[in-house]
């Protein structure tokens, strides 16, 4: 009797590690696959805006076209029968529902987005990685067949793997994918899956050429009293600006679906608008992703009107149903506030940008330890301490405001209590 108690016990434990190791192998194969394709599709995506980008600058005629742009876009998601609803949203909520991801919003958002760039809108290209990995992630899920729960795990795979073969941040791409659904709760089921799929697109990106987004930082200051009450201000002022920005975006896209319900007249009004405040402030900053602007401020150099104009141009462009991403401008206005605050406080311009970059991403995504690992991908170790500092304040001050308001707040900032309440 006892002897066959104890063969049940090892079989069981046997059983039980079978189970997990099939398990393991099998998202090692499924993520990998997705991983691969993440990184072959964010590699030509990445190259194409690089490409539409230089075309741009090197011909400012083109940004006349822009209306025209507008209207493109809206013809192709109506000749597909893709509503406004379409975007990052529809991605984060499909994780949350059995709602499918369709794999035609993967060339949609890949041309938009190529069209807004190239005719000089001010967006940035998160947007699109995330939309073009949860396209891919439920493809492949399709292809194999999977299971509900499995396929939310896939399109987080596909999140994970084209936002790493994007920006070249593999770990605040997992941590992000994980993290951005459900704010309070991380899917650490996701944990092998999207590492691995972050991990296989990042080095197809790397294969290709593709260089991953760094910064050095010139100067970082010691860790004391002062310092870590100069961060403490400038994340405030951060978490409150990123209010702002999610409010501005929000609220403009509400205002021109209402007042603009035409999708055609709307997309060339917006283009319009955005021609009319390039040529009156005489200078193209503000259009397109603006990453040179980023390092320009890191570097310790930004216009003090800069973080503001970039709301502006962001919340017209998306509102008017350009495509794009928000993330790439919130490295903008976050860099460029921080370094614009920080000359005004006393702190180093360039480590103030750093700081107001990690903040503000921060407040407007509410993904504090991706945000924290953000910081060690895009600056390196030092100063780890107070990027960890700056994320912690803007994650509590920013409220339950967010750029992507399927985003769920599932526990409070303040107390240990369930919420489960959408993102402002």
Known sequence: MIGSVKLELVERKCNSAKNYIKTFVKWVVFASITGFIGGIIGTLFHISVEKATEFRLMNNWIIYLLPAGGIAIAVLYKLFKMGDSTGTNQIINSIRTEDNVPFVVAPLIFISTVITHLLGGSAGREGAALQLGGSIGSFVGKIFHLDNKDMHLIVLCGMSGVFAALFGTPLTATLFAMEVISIGVIYYSSLVPCLVS??????????????????????????????????????????????????????????MEHKIPNIYVRGFLGGLTIILLTVLLRTGDYNGAGMNIVENA????????????????????????????????????????????????????????????????????????????????????????LFAIACSVSYMMSGYYGLYSSQKIVYSKLKAEFININAK
């Not at 406080?345 to 953000?374: E, H, M, Q, R, Y």
């Open 198 to 255: 972050s991990l296989v697109a990042y080095g197809v990106s790397l294969y290709f050429g593709v260089e991953p987004v760094h910064y050095v930082l010139n100067y970082i200051p010691e860790l004391n009293i002062r310092t870590i009450a100069i961060t403490v201000l400038i994340s405030t002022l951060s978490a409150v600006l990123s209010i702002v920005f999610c409010v501005s975006m929000h609220k403009t896209e509400h205002f």
């Open 298 to 385: 890191i570097n310790g150099i930004a216009k003090p009107e800069a973080f503001i104009l970039k709301i502006i141009f962001t919340a017209i462009t998306i509102g008017a149903g350009f495509k794009g991403g928000e993330i790439v401008p919130t490295l903008f206005i976050g860099s460029t506030f921080g370094c614009f605050v920080g000359s005004l406080l006393g702190l180093n311009p360039g480590f103030a940008a750093a700081i107001g970059l990690v903040s503000l991403f921060c407040g407007v995504v509410n993904a504090p330890i991706a945000s924290i690992i953000l910081s060690i991908e895009l600056f390196g170790v030092e100063g780890l301490l």
